[in-house]
Structure formats: structure tokens, C-alpha cells
């Protein structure tokens, strides 16, 4: 190893979030048979993360209109009676009170009734454990839930349920591979909790704060309209759209899907109008049956809401058209980057929310690098490539790995940004194909890089992660296609 490498070797890890990457993160770590202590801190009652559907749930504390602001403070539950009796295994502490009616806390859901992957499932899926041979080759999110809880059965004894990471500073303000004070707490008792982890894992996702752009004319639209503005986050059933003049702004996958659900069933004198301001990749990839093509109509992007009388209920695009009366909104517009249990570190990970700030390979946090991210990227096949990520992070926190000098991953970001000529810091994290597949490669190839150690599984190498070959590179290519011929078959799809 040369002088300049850093080694780090933890004995105690926390990982934020038991949803999947959190789960993957456990199993990878747990392989390397050198940690004394693994937890994985869930705010929820059951693994799972977002694919946790929360049916009609839809009032929270992050959303406003316009919504600009990523720094929204923490995420809280709703109490909601438990859906099915618990398992043992997913009771925190035992300390449900079984006399009474159970509650669980319920922490909102982008998930919606009648959401289909955009991926297919051989592409999708972890690499050692096969999907159930009856799933759809685009799951539902009710098969996704329990394939990522079949997932997490070997590391439910790693996991302390309805905790929830509140904050995550450092013990040592100067020693840049030192250990952490995390603080949590329980939310059935509201007690707070702080521990000391030589390592912390964020595995929390980014589909937690939603952004609405401050688009002039919508306050005032939204106050003399109230309820007509809404974000897909928020989306559940496209039967509530019945005989609406809708629009569905933003051309990513969920608001080519959205739209296509709601489509159908729109006013019948108006197609829905679908707002983006380029060409979507998800063009009549996800639920456009036969037939259904004319019932939604593409427009330009909204550049002024007009609450005026004259223009009861308008909306303006950019070609200068005028439409009215909507009777609603929803913007598919994404979500901002927040990590509010982080928000007290220098330098500051999060200011505008387009992406986290300071990160090595979009992975370890290159300031104090025992702070490391799993999938912060987007455009991704999450899974697999949390997977290679955390082949990675594993093997760095066992000191099998070492990482380049301070210098050379503090300059990473903006050596990266140089070399990709990234003008927009919203596509910082964007790694659209073929990019996504050559960094999963690259991710894999630092992992197998590693020292053998005696012990270990695959000959001392430990773990393998994901390695992608002709066959997911041509799949990966190809399943927008592949999609479009999925939803062109109707109701058929399901079997």
C-alpha cells in the first residue's frame, strides 16, 4: 500500500435504512467476517423502505406549494393501525402493546396502486435470489415488497425497527478516518439514543422530499384552487381523475406512467395533457393498452399559472397556448436530495438538494471517508448497482481495501464534473446507459481488487459483487423497447 493510501479498519458499523440497499449493505459486511457490531437503524416497522405501499395516506410534513426547499427537516409517521399481525422478527423490543388497538408508524409511500417496475426483473434482482417464477416480467410493487423482505430474512437480527437516525456527527472534528456519534430515536417510546459507530452507511434514499418548481402564478392559483395541485409522491389511483381536464407535468418514468394510467380516464371532450420539456425516454413505455395513444396529447412546459377570472382555472406554456379550466395538476418533477440527520457536517453535503456534495465516486463522503452513500445515482438499475457499491464499502471498512490519498478524493468531484462536462449539478448523479453498466463493471473490478483473506467465501475473496456481461448490457439497452411491448398487451401483461 503506498504512504499516501488511506486504510481504514472499522469494528463497528451503522447503516441508515433497512430498505433494500441498507439490507444489501448488511449482507455484504456481514460476509467480511470483521465487524464486532452491524445495525441497521429502520424508521419503519417492517424492511422494505419506499416499496412499503401506504395506500391512502397523504398528508406529511414536506409538502408545500411551490416546493424549493430540500432542507425540510426530518420525514414524520403517521400512526396507523398495523395492517397484519407482525412477525416476531419485525416487533422492535417486543413492545407492542397487544391489548389495544396496534399502531405502526407509516412513513409516506411514493409507491401507487397500480405501479409496475420500469425494469425488468432479471435486470432488477439481486443476484442470489431468483424472483418467484408467477412474477409479472415487470413486477408490481406488491411482488418488489415481498421479494426485498424475502431478501432481508438473514439480517433481521441486525435490525432495530421504528428508530429513526435524527442525527450523525462526527466524535472527532479533526481526525479524518475517525468515528461517529449517532444519535436515534425510538419512536414508539420518543426516547433518544446516542451511540459511537467507527463507520456509518446512509442507505435512506432520495425519494423522500418532493420538488414543485416555483413556477410564476401558482401560489396564487393554488390559493384561489385549493387540492388541484398535487406531486406524484402523492398519486394513488387514476380512477380519481374521472372526467378531469388533467395535466401530468415531467417526462421521467413516473410521469410517463402516471399519465398513461390517468389517460383513460379524462374528460372526454380533452386528451390528458402531459407537460415536458423534452422528449421522454418512457414514451408510451408503461400502460398505453391499444387504442389509448390519442388520450393523451404532449405540450410544452408551463411557464405561468393565471388565477385570473378571465382564464378560469389557466395554465400557459411555452408555445403561448392557454388552457382552461384544469381541474388538475400533478407533477412527476422528482425529488430533492435531503439528509436532514446530517445537516450540522462541514463542509455541508446538502445546499440545493439537485445532488450531495463532497463524495468520492459517488460513495464515500471524501472529507471523512468513514461516512459513506449507497445509490445516490440515478437513471441506475438500483439494486445491482447498490450491490457493487457496496462490495466496495465493505471491503474499504474491513481494510481489505484502501482508498487514494485525501487530496485525490477531495478533488474527485470536480474532476469528475470537469471531465463529464456537467453544467447542471442536477445531472451530477445521472448515469444514463451505457454509463450505469461500465460503473457497476468498475465497481465490481475495485471490489475483486481486494486482499484474499483466510476465511472467506470464493477463495478468500469474499463476497462477489454483480458483474455485468453481453447479456445485461443488451437487456439494459433495450428495455425501454422491451417495456413498450409489455404495456402494448393490455391487461394480458399480468400472466
Not at 429502520?42 to 416499496?51: F, V
Not at 456519534?181 to 452507511?201: C, E, G
Not at 374528460?267 to 425516454?281: A, C, G
Request: net charge neutral; charged share 20%.
Amino acid at each position: 500500500m503506498a504512504s499516501d493510501q488511506i486504510s481504514i479498519r472499522a469494528r463497528t458499523i451503522a447503516i441508515v435504512g433497512a430498505g433494500p440497499s441498507g439490507v444489501i449493505a448488511a449482507k455484504y459486511l456481514r460476509a467480511e467476517q470483521a465487524f464486532d457490531k452491524i445495525v441497521l437503524f429502520e424508521q419503519r416497522s417492517r424492511p422494505g423502505g419506499i416499496w412499503n405501499y401506504t395506500g391512502d395516506q397523504r398528508d406529511e410534513n414536506l409538502f408545500s406549494i411551490p416546493q424549493t426547499n430540500p432542507h425540510q427537516g426530518h420525514q414524520q409517521p403517521e400512526w396507523v393501525p398495523v395492517p397484519s399481525p407482525p412477525s416476531a422478527d419485525h416487533v422492535p423490543n417486543g413492545d407492542i402493546d397487544t391489548d389495544g388497538p396496534q399502531k405502526t408508524p407509516s412513513f409516506l409511500s411514493p409507491m401507487y396502486e397500480k405501479l409496475e417496475t420500469n425494469i425488468p426483473r432479471g435486470l432488477m434482482g439481486f443476484q442470489d435470489l431468483c424472483w418467484p417464477p408467477e412474477s409479472q416480467l415487470f413486477p408490481t410493487h406488491e411482488t418488489v415488497s415481498k421479494y426485498i423482505e424475502d431478501y432481508s430474512a438473514d439480517v433481521q437480527d441486525l435490525v432495530q425497527y421504528e428508530t429513526q437516525v435524527t442525527n450523525v456527527v462526527p466524535v472527532d472534528a479533526i481526525n479524518p478516518t475517525g468515528a461517529w456519534t449517532v444519535t436515534t430515536l425510538n419512536l414508539r417510546t420518543n426516547t433518544s439514543t446516542s451511540s459511537s459507530f467507527d463507520a456509518v452507511i446512509v442507505a435512506n434514499g432520495h425519494f423522500i422530499v418532493p420538488y414543485i418548481p416555483d413556477i410564476p402564478g401558482i401560489r396564487e392559483w393554488n390559493e384561489q384552487y385549493p387540492g388541484r395541485i398535487t406531486h406524484s409522491k402523492y398519486f394513488r389511483r387514476p380512477s380519481e381523475y374521472k372526467g378531469k381536464k388533467v395535466i401530468v407535468v415531467g417526462n421521467s418514468a413516473s410521469g410517463s406512467d402516471i399519465s398513461a394510467q390517468i389517460a383513460p380516464h379524462c374528460s372526454t371532450t380533452t386528451p390528458l395533457l402531459w407537460s415536458t420539456r423534452s422528449q421522454s425516454l418512457f414514451s408510451q413505455t408503461h400502460s398505453d393498452a391499444p387504442g389509448t395513444r390519442n388520450q393523451r396529447r404532449e405540450v410544452p412546459q408551463i411557464t405561468r399559472f393565471l388565477p385570473s377570472s378571465s382564464f378560469y382555472r389557466g395554465v400557459q406554456f411555452a408555445d403561448g397556448t392557454i388552457e382552461s379550466p384544469i381541474d388538475a395538476v400533478v407533477f412527476a418533477t422528482g425529488y430533492f436530495y435531503s439528509l436532514p440527520f446530517l445537516s450540522h457536517l462541514k463542509p455541508s453535503l446538502i445546499t440545493d438538494g439537485t445532488h450531495v456534495e463532497h463524495t468520492y465516486k459517488h460513495i464515500f463522503y471524501s472529507p471523512r471517508p468513514t461516512l459513506s452513500f449507497l445509490a445516490l445515482n440515478q437513471r441506475v438499475i438500483p439494486f445491482p448497482l447498490a450491490e457493487a457499491q457496496a462490495a466496495v464499502v465493505s471491503r474499504v471498512l474491513s481494510g481489505r481495501l484502501a482508498l487514494p490519498s485525501l487530496p485525490t478524493l477531495t478533488d474527485w468531484e470536480a474532476t469528475y464534473t470537469k471531465q463529464n462536462e456537467i453544467s447542471d449539478p442536477r445531472n451530477f448523479h445521472l448515469l444514463p446507459f451505457p454509463r450505469d453498466a461500465e460503473y457497476i463493471n468498475e465497481m465490481a473490478g475495485w471490489a475483486l481488487s481486494a486482499e484474499r483473506r483466510d476465511g472467506l467465501a470464493n477463495e478468500g475473496q469474499g463476497k462477489k459483487p454483480p458483474v455485468w456481461g453481453q447479456w445485461e448490457f443488451w437487456c439494459r439497452e433495450r428495455f425501454p423497447a422491451i417495456r413498450r411491448a409489455f404495456g402494448a398487451v393490455g391487461e394480458a401483461r399480468r400472466g
